[in-house]
């Protein structure tokens, strides 16, 4: 990744009113938030079956709450991008409300620099709630489902 590439990203992020990105590829790893003063901090990639927070000197950032105060599970959002809850805009939704889902349930997608992936429930359930809207653009960590 160059330069440019990193200049782009940020256009992204200020386009879209993001905070927070994050990407990782071929064991390369890149973290920008906006409005610290820490540096950025890249480092090798970790092999992780649920996202993690990139190492940082600053402040200790608060993860979304996981649902256990309410008996729910969140499906939360891996990366920054733009969410779809269908494959196309006139197909079905992948998952709605009711529906049982399993680890390899495929429940959205999620774009990001021009890229469709496919985001997999990771839990098995019925999905419980919706949270986030079709087509806005999701921060990383954001909840997405809610599932029982």
Do not use: H, W
């Amino acid at each position: 990744m160059d330069l440019k590439d990193i200049k782009a990203i940020i256009d992204l992020m200020k386009k879209n009113d993001l905070s927070v990105f994050e990407m990782e590829k071929d064991g390369f790893r890149l973290k920008l938030q906006k409005g610290v003063d820490q540096p950025i901090i890249s480092a090798p990639a970790t092999v992780a079956t649920s996202p993690t927070p990139a190492v940082s000197n600053g402040p200790p950032v608060a993860l979304p709450a996981t649902g256990e105060t309410t008996g729910l599970k969140d499906i939360v959002s891996p990366m920054v991008g733009t969410f779809y809850r269908g494959g196309s805009p006139d197909a079905p939704p992948f998952v709605d409300v009711g529906k049982t889902v399993t680890e390899d349930t495929v429940v959205c997608i999620i774009e990001a620099m021009k890229v469709m992936n496919e985001i997999k429930a990771e839990t098995s359930g019925v999905i419980a709630e919706v949270v986030a809207e079709s087509g806005k653009p999701v921060q990383f960590g954001q909840v997405l489902f809610r599932v029982r």
